[in-house]
């Protein structure tokens, strides 16, 4: 699928504005609408989670507003999909994986996400955002994930990784044919119609089998 932006960590943060803007101007809106989803967050602190998102996106020149799925309950309550109706952009932010990935998985909200970006909106995913998008995740162990991104699994906070390491851990998942994409935070990997292009602070390493390709940002 496309019109997928997936960011290695460190979402909203001054080092993020130069990749947020080419994010917000690839909309081609004059003040695009985006929603901000702090689910991964809702352990932590959810409502200061989703204050960053909409401050870093209103400088921006967004229309930018907070749905607040923290649970399950949340997540298959169908009101809160009307909340997505006419988005150019969801942004999904850090935190819990696991908690994201359970709260998201098979429910109108998700299948309301999956709608949207069919008909054009663009998908972000920060960390835990980036993670869940996948067909696996790495979280302590290998597990599913939604699967929007087929063969692919994302491990975000990747600046400090050595490649070789990591390719020769997870030789069994890239046998199988899965593509691992490391990213560094503050960075995005944008998945859209003109193929991949990376954006922000660092770099991303694709994995696949037994090679490995670092791709430096573009800005």
Same mark, same amino acid.
């Given at each position: ?16 504005? !130069?990749?947020?803007? $080419? ?20 352990? &932590? ?59 998201? $998985? &098979?429910?109108?909200?998700? !299948? ?11 998908? !972000? ?13 790495? $979280? ?12 692919? !699994? ?16 997870? &030789? ?34 694709? $994995? ?12």
């Amino acid at each position: 699928m496309n019109n997928i932006l997936l960011v290695g960590g460190g979402e909203f943060q001054e080092e993020c504005l !130069a990749m947020d803007s $080419y994010l917000v101007e690839s909309l081609n809106k004059k003040h695009p609408r985006v929603a901000i989803i702090p689910t991964a967050a809702a352990n &932590q602190r959810p409502e200061k989670a989703a204050e960053n998102g909409v401050r870093h996106f209103d400088a921006l020149g967004a229309n930018v507003n907070p749905i607040m799925i923290l649970n399950k309950a949340h997540a298959e309550d169908e009101i809160y999909c009307n909340d997505l109706n006419g988005v150019d952009l969801i942004y999904l932010t850090g935190g819990d994986p696991k908690h994201l990935l359970n709260t998201l $998985y &098979q429910t109108p909200f998700m !299948a309301s996400i999956t709608e949207a970006v069919s008909k054009g909106a663009t998908l !972000a995913g920060s960390s835990a955002g980036a993670m869940v998008l996948g067909s696996k995740m790495r $979280y302590r162990s290998w597990m599913p994930a939604i699967g929007l991104i087929s063969n692919t !699994a994302v491990l975000p906070h990747h600046e400090n990784s050595v490649p070789e390491t990591v390719s020769s851990e997870n &030789q069994s998942e890239l046998q199988s044919g899965m593509e691992i994409i490391g990213i560094d935070s503050a960075t995005g990997v944008f998945l859209g119609d003109n193929g991949v292009k990376i954006k922000g602070k660092g770099k991303a390493v694709f $994995y696949s089998r037994s090679t490995f390709k670092i791709i430096e940002s573009a800005s």
